[in-house]
């Protein structure tokens, strides 16, 4: 026993306190050579444009890392809060319509709200009965009847209002303040959709909590897609205003190289904090929770209140990154907004990075971004010599539809990078380190 104490202390003595992180270079220096090759094949302005909207997916994808790779939760509904936060730099971006407010229509709108407002207090209160002595039968009953009675007066009267707003108006218009106003307000609404969704689904097993935000996102989107009056639905909002100046003052380079450091500055406050979080105590009991989390309840931790703040800010995040891509966009489509792009993607970026890896997550992103933007134009390239060369060589008629079929080459390059790194390496390019403590 002494013998192998004395081993043991020895090792430990000797063995190197941090190891040389050659692989974290390595994947810097082969991201940097592939950025460098993008630039020199497609051009400056393009090649910013592709990293400004690489940074609002890494914001999008620490978002999700948090939640899945800190806390373990599987959020399917990412494009929804992306929808939100485009939503909010939409609306309080925009030029105030005058139109509108100086009609009696907003305080037509502002008395639907009212109701809408005492409806759901008088919904919360009955939901309360049973403290005065109330059956639960009998509460419930009341509860949906009331509901359902306050949904539908409430769905008339503004039916009429949004139906006077866009016949006369088109739709109210947004506030005319500061872009990061919208910004800010977009990962707060984020976050207060996901406190509330936290509240339903938390309780769920992870494959019903991916099914139930995954549900709430397409219902996030069908409500803007539908709410002419409130984002003009599929006739789209344009242009947003950028924080920095547009391309029409400074040009297209200059432009997207001023709002990509806006961007990374975000991205590095971001980075920052959540590493502060990651390796101070409310970090280490987020993963004791998600390692354990019958261990960590008889130790006395709040677990619904743990797993609710990581979800929350892992929402806020999403409407964060949201906001600032739909104002790169220049504009709000709420058919813009697919699974493929905003959840999937986001989902390829942390998977290949590592969850619960913040640099990793960083990396992913990318990473991953660059594949997904590269795999057209090269696709395009190879099938065009393929074509050529049958033509010259056996005479095949060269193909209408390249640029179509070049396009659905992502989702297949896509597809096999992701089931390659689950092969190869199932806890992403950069897993997470966790460490121990004697």
């Not at 004791?288 to 800010?313: H, P, Q, T």
């Not at 906001?323 to 959840?343: C, K, Q, V």
Request: glycine share 10%.
């Amino acid at each position: 026993m002494t013998t192998n104490n004395f081993h043991r202390r020895d090792d430990a003595n000797t063995a190197p306190q941090s190891r040389f992180p050659v692989r974290e270079l390595s994947l810097l220096v082969v991201l940097a050579v592939a950025v460098g090759a993008v630039y020199l094949a497609m051009g400056s302005a393009y090649s910013t444009r592709m990293l400004v909207e690489a940074s609002c997916y890494a914001i999008l994808a620490l978002g999700l890392t948090i939640q899945w790779g800190y806390a373990g939760q599987f959020n399917a509904g990412v494009m929804g809060f992306v929808a939100l936060g485009g939503f909010c730099a939409m609306t309080f971006s925009v030029p105030v319509n005058p139109a509108f407010w100086d009609s009696p229509l907003p305080g037509e709108l502002a008395k639907v709200l009212g109701y809408l407002a005492v409806g759901i207090a008088l919904v919360f209160a009955l939901s309360r009965m049973t403290r005065l002595g109330v059956p639960s039968w009998l509460r419930t009953l009341i509860t949906v009847v009331i509901g359902l009675v306050v949904y539908m007066v409430v769905i008339s009267e503004l039916r009429e209002v949004t139906d006077a707003i866009e016949s006369q108006m088109g739709f109210i218009g947004g506030f005319g303040l500061p872009v990061w106003v919208g910004w800010v307000v977009g990962g707060a609404l984020a976050g207060g959709i996901g406190y509330f969704i936290g509240h339903v689904c938390l309780g769920l097993r992870s494959d019903y909590l991916a099914i139930a935000t995954l549900g709430i996102a397409e219902i996030i989107k069908a409500f803007l897609k539908n709410s002419d009056w409130l984002t003009r639905g599929t006739a789209t909002v344009s242009p947003l205003p950028w924080p920095v100046p547009d391309p029409g003052e400074v040009g297209f380079t200059l432009a997207r190289a001023l709002y990509l450091s806006v961007t990374a500055v975000m991205i590095l406050g971001i980075f920052f904090l959540l590493n502060r979080a990651y390796n101070a105590p409310w970090g280490r009991m987020i993963r004791a929770i998600r390692d354990n989390e019958v261990s960590s309840a008889a130790m006395g931790k709040d677990i619904n209140r743990r797993r609710l703040e990581i979800f929350v800010l892992g929402c806020v995040l999403m409407g964060l990154g949201g906001a600032a891509l739909g104002s790169f966009n220049s504009i709000f489509d709420p058919n813009g907004y697919l699974p493929l792009n905003h959840t999937f993607l986001v989902l390829v970026m942390v998977i290949l990075g590592g969850p619960g890896n913040n640099l990793g997550t960083l990396f992913g992103a990318v990473a991953v971004y660059i594949i997904w933007i590269m795999s057209e134009p090269l696709a395009l390239y190879v099938m065009e010599l393929i074509a050529h060369f049958g033509q010259a060589s056996f005479g095949w008629e060269l193909p209408s539809n390249l640029e179509s079929r070049a396009l659905q080459a992502r989702v297949f390059v896509i597809g096999l990078l992701i089931t390659v790194v689950l092969r190869v390496a199932p806890k992403g390019l950069l897993p997470e380190k966790v460490k121990h403590h004697d």
